[in-house]
């Protein structure tokens, strides 16, 4: 898959400070579930893991992508042929710009 840029917006949860007054409200959390792409489980520890996921509408078709970047710098890519709601990952291969794979030094 190749994309000129990415652009995506990040949703932070706002919790208040741990000595502000009132209730504490700390909601539960669901089971963790594996996610996967072509009926396996997700599986980037080839790469070192430190497995970073968004979900990002690339292809501007308004259901979103997901991108797994790595420690080692390359972004995997997932089209979803499901729904928002249900989706359904299917593995693209590394993302690429101009023909090459996209490499992100975090060092
Ligand atoms: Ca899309």
Redesign the pocket.
């Known amino acids: 898959m190749s994309i000129a840029f990415v652009t995506a917006t990040l949703i932070a949860i706002q919790q208040p400070a741990l000595d502000a007054p009132g209730p504490l409200f700390i909601a539960p959390l669901a089971s963790p579930v594996r996610i996967e792409a072509d009926g396996a489980p997700i599986d980037v520890g080839a790469d070192i893991a430190h497995a970073g996921p968004l979900l990002a509408?690339?292809?501007?078709?308004?259901?979103?992508?997901l991108l797994v970047g790595t420690f080692r710098g390359v972004i995997h890519v997932y089209?979803?042929s499901g729904t928002r709601a249900q989706p359904k990952w299917e593995s693209e291969g590394l993302l690429q710009a101009e023909g090459e794979d996209v490499r992100i030094h975090n060092w």
């Open positions: 509408d690339i292809t501007g078709d308004g259901t979103p992508e089209s979803n």
